[in-house]
C-alpha cells in the first residue's frame, strides 16, 4: 500500500520519511518528522543490538557535504545519464533488501564505476 507524502497529502511518497518531491522535502526539513511514542515501553533483550546496529549504520551514513559532493561530480553526473544506470537504481531502490541488491550490483563494471565515482566524490576510503 503507497503512502501519501506527508507534506502535500496529494502525491505517492517516494522517500522514507514519507514525502514526494524536493520541495516538499524543503517544507519538511523545517519541521523534522515526529515518531509516535509507544504506549509502553518493555525492554527486550534484542534492543541492546538493535541500538548498536543504529549507531554503526549512522557512522556510514554521508553528511550533507558529501551528498553534495557527489550530486556535483561530474564523473557520477555522466555515469547517471546512461539510462541503464537509473534502471539499476532505481531496482535497488525497490529491492526488500538494498543492501543484498548492491551487492550483486557491484559485480557489474558500470554499476562499480558509478560506486567508486561516488566514493572518490566523498573522499571515502575504497
Not at 520541495?23 to 515526529?34: D, G, L, N, R
Not at 527486550?44 to 551528498?67: F, I, N, Q
Amino acid at each position: 500500500m503507497s503512502k501519501l507524502c506527508t507534506v502535500c497529502s496529494t502525491s505517492v511518497a517516494k522517500y522514507k520519511c514519507p514525502i514526494c518531491t524536493i520541495s516538499c522535502y524543503k517544507v519538511h526539513k523545517s519541521e523534522p518528522c515526529t515518531r509516535p511514542e509507544p504506549t509502553q515501553k518493555h525492554e527486550s533483550p534484542a534492543a541492546p543490538a538493535e541500538d548498536k546496529d543504529d549507531e554503526e549504520e549512522e557512522k556510514h551514513r554521508l553528511g550533507v557535504d558529501a551528498l553534495q559532493r557527489v550530486g556535483e561530480s561530474p564523473r557520477v553526473r555522466e555515469l547517471l545519464e546512461c539510462p541503464q544506470m537509473r534502471e539499476l537504481i532505481e531496482w535497488v531502490h525497490k529491492d526488500a533488501d538494498p543492501v543484498q541488491a548492491i551487492r550483486v550490483l557491484r559485480q557489474h563494471p558500470e554499476f562499480e564505476q558509478l560506486v567508486q565515482a561516488m566514493l572518490e566524490a566523498t573522499d571515502s576510503p575504497k
